[in-house]
């Protein structure tokens, strides 16, 4: 069942543009350098929305490409 919603999934997602909002629960130092400054301003309990591309999913982790800040 699971491999059949990762295919189905990629069918809905994969290259298509996103825009996902959430609260910041944790930050870690692996974030893209591209949009340091955005992230630098990161707090725990933070509101925010970045807008991507599906890019598919390793091991059925979502895989983001070209993330960038909503706003």
Known sequence: MADRDTVD?????????????????AINSSIDDAHGSY???????????????????LTRTPMPKDCAPAN
């Open 39 to 57: 992230t630098a301003g990161f707090q725990d309990g933070m509101r925010i929305s970045l807008i991507f591309t599906g890019h598919g999913d």
């Open 9 to 25: 999934a990629d069918q809905l997602y994969k290259g298509k543009r996103f825009k996902v909002a959430g609260v910041v629960e």
